[in-house]
């Protein structure tokens, strides 16, 4: 069976409410309506005959009849007849029936004339009339305050169930997570109703926002961390691979293994790499994880990069590269030392190495807003916009390769990104026009 919408059970219960109510009005108020119609017909035929009773007033019985005959004369319409006080019928106008039976229905007065007489006066027409005009305008009353009650329960059931209605429709477009708007405003339990199902579905979206952003997040990390443990694997399985192939072969004394110091020291220098690695895991691990809190002291950046420089400034020369820095004197500002200096120590390194021979490394600050920017350019270099983002991931190389005999690790630029991520420093990697530069704002003090 077909389900009733609320419109038709809110109109139904209110016009049958209203119906008994207009019902139960009609016939309690019944009675008085006719008693009231009786008086009045009743003053009315006092006030007409009471001329009559007035001119019968001490008058024999001939005299009577002769003036009911005269009134009768004057007043054709007027029905009515005397009684003396045996019950006989002294006078009585044409046509009248003076049975007790006959009059009954009939709005009739009995005046007393004199103490023999009696006066009984009747209106048979205009009382018919009147009351059958009485009946027809009751009825009709009946039918307008129907009529009323049906239209205002139809207008009630209306004004309640339409926001009932689009409120369903609406919460059905919520449970898609279609867009609603709100509904017009109420200042009554529906519009109070409609605001928190609209603020729940909004906090609802926020939260799946939210939980789909955690999820992407999560995947992202699960992601991550997939190919950092398979890279992570790929890097150590190659110099353990090499240690195992130069111990295998100086176990059996297999041809040039049989010099033992020689490759017990390029077995070191492997295990030496695979240390290397295992730290910087560690210490990436370490960040990731929070473990790792910067702990901020005021310091100098021409002082730290004055101990930095000579460490690389070597390097660079045998390859005929040259590192200038223009950095001033007292420029100050605070940060994790430790912290600081290791991503600095990477961002040199990386530096140096990938900068084309005989080229330059600038080093310079400069300031902007409540920071100096520091800045170190690769002169004469160059990489490919869509690789510039993948060299902060764990072990990623331009060369396809792989490969780990130029002494990279592959994990200098994810050290320094989470290193600088983790102090809250903001930093870039771009193409320019005179080269890669590499940079970072540090907090002015």
């Not at 009768?72 to 029905?79: I, K």
């Not at 009751?138 to 009323?148: D, E, R």
């Not at 477009?173 to 409609?194: C, F, H, Q």
Request: net charge neutral.
């Amino acid at each position: 069976m077909k389900k009733r919408g609320i419109f038709i059970k809110v109109f139904t219960y209110t016009t049958i409410f209203l119906f008994v109510i207009v019902c139960v009005t009609v016939g309690l108020f019944s009675q008085q309506f006719l008693s009231f119609y009786n008086t009045t017909q009743t003053q009315q035929l006092y006030t007409l005959y009471q001329t009559l009773h007035d001119q019968l007033l001490e008058k024999s019985k001939d005299e009577m009849i002769k003036v009911a005959e005269e009134f009768h004369s004057m007043n054709q319409s007027f029905a009515f007849y005397i009684r003396d006080g045996e019950g006989s019928v002294v006078f009585s106008t044409p046509g009248m029936d003076t049975s007790d039976d006959h009059i009954v229905g009939y709005h009739r007065i009995k005046m007393t004339v004199g103490a023999a007489y009696t006066l009984f006066a009747i209106n048979r027409a205009a009382s018919g009339a009147n009351y059958s005009g009485l009946i027809q305008k009751s009825l009709l009353a009946l039918v307008f305050m129907l009529t009323i009650a049906v239209a205002g329960a139809f207008l009630f059931a209306r004004q309640m169930t339409n926001p009932i209605k689009r409120l369903a429709n609406d919460t059905k477009k919520m449970a898609k997570l279609e867009d609603v708007s709100y509904l017009p405003k109420r200042n009554d339990e529906i519009g109070n109703l409609a605001c928190d199902v609209h603020v729940m579905y909004n906090k609802l979206k926020e939260t799946i926002a939210k939980l789909e952003d955690e999820i992407l997040r999560v995947r992202e990390m699960e992601e991550a961390q997939r190919y950092f443990f398979s890279a992570a694997s790929h890097e150590l399985k190659t110099p353990i691979s090499a240690t195992s192939v130069l111990l295998e072969g100086m176990l059996e004394n297999l041809g040039e293994y049989k010099n033992h110091p020689k490759y017990l020291r390029e077995c070191i220098k492997l295990m030496d790499a695979q240390t290397k690695i295992i730290y910087e895991i560690l210490e990436i691990v370490s960040l990731n994880e929070g473990k790792i809190v910067p702990v901020p002291k005021k310091i100098e950046i021409q002082c730290m990069m004055g101990e930095l420089l000579p460490h690389y400034q070597t390097l660079a020369e045998a390859d005929g590269k040259r590192i200038v820095c223009d950095i001033s004197d007292g420029e100050t500002t605070l940060a994790d030392p430790k912290m600081l200096k290791k991503a600095l120590a990477n961002i040199m390194l990386n530096a140096v190495q990938n900068t084309p021979k005989e080229g330059e490394i600038r080093v310079w600050t400069e300031p902007i807003a409540d920071q100096y920017r520091l800045c170190v350019l690769n002169k004469g270099a160059r990489i490919e916009d869509a690789v510039l983002p993948k060299l902060f991931d764990p072990f990623y190389r331009v060369d396809k390769a792989r490969s780990g005999k130029d002494g990279r690790s592959g994990l200098g630029l994810t050290i320094v990104q989470k290193t600088l991520t983790a102090m809250e420093i903001e930093f870039a990697l771009i193409n320019t026009a005179d080269g890669v530069l590499f940079w970072m704002d540090l907090p002015e003090i």
